[in-house]
């Protein structure tokens, strides 16, 4: 009986096998197929958690080690830019599970549309972003290439003898703002060129509700992208929002 | 089983309930809460209940698999080892004493 059990569940594989191109040989059907895709993105977006873990944890350190400096390095970035690009990013996850929602239920030319707001919102988000890099660059807060941090910008109630060494130790908080930043950036430009892909692919009609890996695994990664970002804005833009000059 | 679809208005829900959350973490770091560690678990907590929101229903972890669970949870107990086991370090240093 039992042999006969096991032929009858090859029987079934080979039948979805015939029945749709979209099924790998190795695997059984497409519910395990679209497991097995998404349990690799995930492993891969772990290892992805420990590589800017690795940058969160040094934030956590040297925030514990210098509290006044990393508050008044804060206070000098422009939280309203950050705000503004959460806004951005939260949007741009957005329009990326929509872009998913309508490759599910096989709307080819609002996938498109929804892949294509994505990528704009992205490139707006980087664009914000080389306007604060800039902004940084004018106010030699670039650290390394002649930092220098303005007396006026050191609290008053700060003492002299105490203000050199605050000074030495902001430029810790902008190394570690430009280390987490320039990596979220980084991913930011590899999301767009990938978006930029799946968008032509969407509208060549390739993904349909049967096959859309590729939209739902990207949209994994992106949504992952927003997540660090969720945690960078408060960690840098918010600490020194309410300092006292 | 086939593929689990989130309807458009979760989508909306959720992001509605995202954009909410940005406001009020602006909204409280503007305002001294008293001290600076009770604004950082404000923040944090808001920043936490954001990210949860964004894996459960807009990267499907809610409608996933135990495994795909199992996995997810692991990456953050890792994330919380790695951080743990390095502030134990940090923070006791200090607390060592033996004359000298």
Do not use: C
């Not at chain 1, 910008?153 to 190394?175: C, G």
């Not at chain 2, 009770?38 to 229903?57: S, Y």
Request: aromatic share 16%; net charge neutral; proline share 2%.
């Amino acid at each position: 009986m039992a042999h006969a059990e096991t032929l009858d569940v090859h029987d079934h594989a080979a039948a979805e096998h015939h029945a749709t191109p979209n099924l790998a040989h190795h695997f059984d059907n497409l519910e395990q197929q679209r497991e097995a895709g998404s349990l690799g993105m995930w492993l891969f977006l772990v290892t992805e958690i420990m590589f800017f873990g690795a940058l969160f944890t040094g934030y956590i350190i040297y925030r514990t080690k210098f509290a006044e400096a990393f508050a008044i390095g804060s206070h000098g970035l422009n939280w309203k830019f950050g705000a503004f690009n959460t806004v951005v990013l939260i949007v741009s996850s957005l329009t990326m599970a929509l872009a998913v929602f309508f490759a599910q239920t096989g709307v080819r030319q609002m996938q498109v549309i929804m892949l294509v707001v994505t990528m704009v919102l992205g490139l707006t988000f980087l664009g914000v972003k080389a306007v604060e890099y800039h902004e940084k660059y004018t106010h030699h807060h670039i650290p390394g290439f002649g930092f220098d941090w303005a007396d006026d910008e050191i609290p008053r109630s700060v003492p002299q003898e105490k203000r050199a060494a605050l000074e030495y130790n902001i430029q810790m908080f902008y190394w570690i703002y430009f280390a987490m930043t320039g990596l979220h950036a980084l991913h930011m430009i590899i999301g767009i060129g990938g978006l930029a892909l799946i968008a032509y692919f969407a509208h060549r009609g390739r993904y349909t509700p049967e096959y859309h890996a590729p939209v739902e695994l990207f949209g994994l990664y992106w949504h992952f992208v927003d997540i660090v970002w969720i945690f960078l804005f408060p960690l840098l833009y918010l600490l020194g929002a309410n300092l006292k000059m | 089983m086939s593929e689990h679809i989130v309807s458009k208005k979760m989508y909306y829900a959720i992001f509605g309930a995202l954009m909410v959350l940005t406001a009020i973490t602006v909204f409280a770091a503007n305002i001294d809460l008293g001290s600076e560690k009770l604004n950082t678990i404000v923040a944090l907590a808001i920043a936490v209940t954001k990210a949860m929101l964004v894996i459960l229903f807009f990267m499907h972890v809610r409608y996933s698999s135990r495994l795909t669970w199992v996995v997810v949870a692991g990456g953050f107990l890792w994330l919380f080892i790695m951080v743990a086991l390095t502030m134990s370090d940090y923070l006791s240093r200090g607390m060592l004493t033996y004359p000298r």
